[in-house]
Nanobody
Framework: QVQLVESGGGLVQAGGSLRLSCAAS????????MGWYRQAPGKQREFVAS???????NYADSVKDRFTISRDNDKNTVYLQMNTLKPEDSAVYYC???????????WGQGTQGTVSS
């Protein structure tokens, strides 16, 4: 059974940084397509960033040039480095893992990131 555990959320002032981690209990983690999503109160969950097995990355326009996704296959962990944070980045951040892109994949429990103005 897939288990994803996010950590690293917290409260930070605007302009600050947070680094999120997602530890995965997955066989052959390196084959998984990993993503970060977020959900703010009253809003739908939205895509933030993704990284595939070949380390290619993709970002939402709202976070490009501020956020960086990376993975460490030896540690079965994916990271999200978030810089120059804005209040509108405040949300619960979720980790997602999938082998087949057309499926919904598996989700972690989420970690709260709050940016104060």
């Amino acid at each position: 059974q897939v288990q994803l555990v996010e950590s690293g959320g917290g409260l930070v002032q605007a302009g600050g940084s947070l680094r999120l981690s997602c530890a995965a209990s997955l066989n052959v983690f390196s084959r998984y397509f990993m993503g970060w999503y977020r959900q703010a109160p009253g809003k739908q969950r939205e895509f933030v960033a993704s990284i595939n097995s070949g380390f290619s990355t993709n970002y939402a326009d709202s976070v490009k040039d501020r956020f960086t996704i990376s993975r460490d296959n030896d540690k079965n962990t994916v990271y999200l480095q978030m810089n120059t944070l804005k209040p509108e980045d405040s949300a619960v951040y979720y980790c997602n893992a999938k082998l087949i892109l057309t499926t919904s994949g598996s989700w972690g429990q989420g970690t709260q990131g709050t940016v104060s103005s």
